[in-house]
């Protein structure tokens, strides 16, 4: 399965700053996601990055708050702008690849953990 | 919509035990469904995926089964070791897509093995 390098792992951030996190794949994919983890809650998708064009936002997300870029096939980054303590959060990016079932398997990096004072 | 569960949300064991962890789902019309783990502060690792057409995966101490019919699938882990310590978390995907986007998420069970 494909390698995923995310950074930062962590960081401490003011209010009002961005922040831009990035994620390195090392063979080329498709798909490629952006998930957010709050403290205690599950994950829930922000986007869909999408090589050569516009993200794909979820309900709830918008692309003034949380700007994506993809630029090739291996290579992401998203911005968590105007930061406030609510987008503390875990936040993690993933691809699918092809497991050793062959069938689509979720890769997650090790994540961003961000917290915003 | 898609609803997983998982219960328990924490369960504590002392080491050497088997021990089950539940995934409920509400929409059968699943295309597969896949487990991680999650260590405190990290990001997700895949453990086993099981296809729609599958009864069950194993993976050295780890099986997990599936029930479509009956939305439910387990993660039975045997031996349980203190190294096991950590959050998983069950996702499903809806038919005729393999789609991540479409994935939907359960909140985890906190397993936590004692020494």
């Known amino acids: 399965s494909a390698v995923i390098s995310q950074k930062p792992s962590r960081d401490i951030c003011q209010r009002g700053t961005s922040l831009t996190i990035q994620c390195q794949v090392d063979?080329?994919?498709?798909?490629m996601f952006w998930y957010r983890q709050q403290p205690g809650q599950s994950l829930t998708l922000i986007a869909t990055?999408?090589?050569?064009?516009?993200?794909?936002?979820e309900s709830g997300f918008v692309i003034d708050k949380f700007p994506i870029s993809r630029p090739n096939l291996t290579f992401s980054t998203l911005t968590v702008s105007n930061m406030s303590p609510e987008d503390s959060s875990i936040y993690l990016c993933?691809?699918?690849?092809?497991?050793?079932?062959?069938?689509?398997?979720?890769?997650f990096g090790a994540g961003s953990r961000l917290t915003v004072l | 919509k898609q609803e997983v569960t998982q219960i328990p949300a924490a369960l504590s064991v002392p080491e050497g035990e088997n021990l089950v962890l539940n995934c409920s789902f509400t929409?059968?019309?699943?295309?597969?469904l896949q487990w991680f783990r999650q260590d405190p502060g990290k990001g997700l690792t895949s453990l086993l995926l099981?296809?729609?057409?599958?009864r069950e995966q194993t993976s050295g101490r780890l099986n997990a089964s599936l029930d479509k019919s009956s939305g439910r699938s387990t993660l039975y882990i045997a031996a349980s070791q203190p190294g096991d310590s950590a959050t998983y978390l069950c996702a499903v995907s809806p038919i005729s897509s393999g789609s991540a986007r479409q994935l939907t998420f359960g909140s985890g069970t906190q397993l936590t093995v004692l020494p």
């Open positions: 063979s080329q994919v498709t798909m």
């Open positions: 990055a999408n090589q050569g064009s516009e993200a794909t936002y």
């Open positions: 993933s691809v699918v690849g092809a497991g050793s079932s062959g069938a689509n398997v979720l890769t």
């Open positions: 929409d059968s019309a699943i295309y597969n």
């Open positions: 099981i296809q729609s057409s599958q």
